[in-house]
């Protein structure tokens, strides 16, 4: 069943952010650089990406940059928001202070476009 958008701010607004646990939404493609390209269909229903589409353009190609392609790659719906923050500062170091504001902006951001959702959510 899914929940409306009343009912899924009502949950957020009792979920300490740090402790969700983010689960993508999205396909996604990795280079041999480490960059995430996130994959999304120009239609959702698959008769239209068909039929008004060449098979080449039925996808948007959204490309992450090193903190958001980090950020992706934890994204596996067993790590939380706080892991996925330490994890960040562990491996880009200084380059991404503040770290806690940044991450949560970026996966507010992914949540909002659909991209990605919490498992408290989905429960």
């Given at each position: 069943?899914?929940?409306?958008?009343?009912?899924?701010?009502?949950?957020?607004?009792?979920?300490?952010?740090?402790?969700?646990?983010?689960?993508?939404?999205?396909?996604?493609?990795?280079?041999?650089h480490?960059?995430?390209?996130?994959?999304?269909?120009?239609?959702?229903?698959?008769?239209?990406?068909?039929?008004?589409?060449?098979?080449?353009?039925?996808?948007?190609?959204?490309?992450?940059?090193?903190?958001?392609?980090n950020?992706?790659?934890?994204?596996?719906?067993?790590?939380?928001?706080?892991?996925?923050?330490?994890?960040?500062?562990?491996?880009?170091?200084?380059?991404?202070q503040?770290?806690?504001?940044?991450?949560?902006?970026?996966?507010?951001?992914?949540?909002?476009?659909?991209?990605?959702?919490?498992?408290?959510?989905?429960?």
């Amino acid at each position: 069943m899914a929940l409306n958008f009343f009912q899924r701010r009502k949950i957020l607004k009792k979920l300490n952010y740090m402790e969700a646990t983010p689960i993508r939404k999205s396909k996604f493609e990795t280079d041999e650089h480490g960059i995430v390209t996130i994959v999304v269909p120009k239609f959702k229903n698959e008769k239209f990406n068909t039929f008004f589409c060449t098979p080449r353009k039925r996808f948007f190609r959204i490309v992450l940059d090193e903190l958001g392609s980090n950020v992706w790659l934890q994204v596996d719906g067993r790590t939380n928001v706080g892991t996925i923050c330490e994890k960040s500062l562990e491996l880009l170091g200084d380059k991404v202070q503040p770290v806690q504001l940044r991450v949560t902006k970026f996966l507010t951001m992914l949540y909002e476009a659909r991209y990605i959702s919490f498992q408290e959510i989905e429960k």
